[in-house]
């Protein structure tokens, strides 16, 4: 939240001066710069990649400029980050891993699986562009299938049920590898290689232990 006018105050400014500051936006630019960073949104998620649009964002991120800024184990490293927005159905959830650095608002969730787990991202990620998602984004949030612009909370995406680590081969981890090169050929995913990455996930969830 680079503009909070209690920060501000804070700081010393004015009224007049934190008025100023967030109706002009005067941390936010449309260029690169020294101690400016690349800020992104929620329409900058689609599943599987990250799209950097041609009007791009750049945001001071100096402690003396924005009013909060973001530690960098959010804006860094590897990770999976996810559109806020339900998507429609039967892909609900968007998503897509990424070692860009950038700061993102609320619209953007961030996540990493748990320390002794990160050979799970490609998993991850298939499962949660996964048709298969839709029955337990169901099952979990009521608001998601009613209407546009529902909102997922983290706590929503913590409930989801990732497929256990204890029944992941490394045999199935290969086989996500590839399908993951395959769907990010390109500018977007296949059709085809959608409902490849779909069969895949369904066979980790038997239909017994999914119902």
């Known amino acids: 939240k680079p503009y909070m006018s209690g920060k501000f105050e804070e700081r010393g400014m004015d009224a007049d001066e934190v008025q100023d500051a ?18 992104l949104d929620g329409k900058n998620v689609n599943a599987f990649q990250l799209i950097e649009l041609e009007t791009g964002e750049y945001v001071d991120h100096l402690p003396d ?3 909060e800024l973001m530690p960098e184990e959010y804006r860094s490293g590897r990770r999976i980050v996810i559109r806020e927005i339900v998507g429609a159905s039967p892909r609900m959830v968007i998503a897509a891993e990424t070692d860009m650095a950038f700061v993102h608002d609320p619209a953007i969730i961030m996540i990493r699986p748990k320390e002794g787990h990160e050979d799970l991202y490609e998993i991850l990620e298939l499962y949660l562009n996964s048709k298969t998602t839709e029955n337990h984004v169901k099952y979990i949030s009521a608001k998601a299938g009613k209407g546009l612009f529902a909102k997922f909370t983290i706590g929503e995406i913590r409930r989801l049920p990732i497929p256990r680590k204890e029944n992941i081969t490394q045999e199935i981890l290969a086989q996500a590898a590839e399908i993951i090169a395959e769907l990010k050929r390109g500018d977007e995913p296949s059709e085809e290689a959608l409902e490849k990455a779909d069969d895949f996930i369904a066979t980790l969830y038997p239909s017994d232990e999914e119902e």
């Open 22 to 39: 967030m109706e002009k936006r005067i941390y936010h630019h449309n260029e690169s710069g020294e101690g400016r960073i690349l800020e």
């Open 65 to 67: 400029k924005v009013a």
